[in-house]
């Protein structure tokens, strides 16, 4: 994997971040005026973004070069 590639999954990863950070927001003032329970559902909403914040960083990171197993 080239430096290009890791740089663009890290920038994608930030997204990711910025996201998870954003849409709590969103929904704080967007229902609060309602009686509808969002802060219950925000895990669920939030799994996704964190899920994928995940593969990208262990796309990014690659194979181990010390594998341990092979001695």
Do not use: R, Y
Not at 9 to 27: D, M, T
Not at 29 to 52: D, E, N, R, V, Y
Not at 54 to 68: C, E, F, H, R, V
């Amino acid at each position: 994997m080239t430096t290009s590639e890791k740089t663009n999954l890290i920038k994608k990863n930030s997204l990711c971040w910025v996201g998870a950070i954003i849409v709590p927001l969103i929904l704080h003032f967007g229902l609060s005026s309602t009686k509808f329970p969002w802060p219950l559902i925000l895990p669920f909403l939030l799994f996704g973004l964190m899920f994928a914040s995940n593969n990208l960083l262990s796309q990014a990171i690659g194979k181990p070069t010390d594998d341990a197993s092979h001695k």
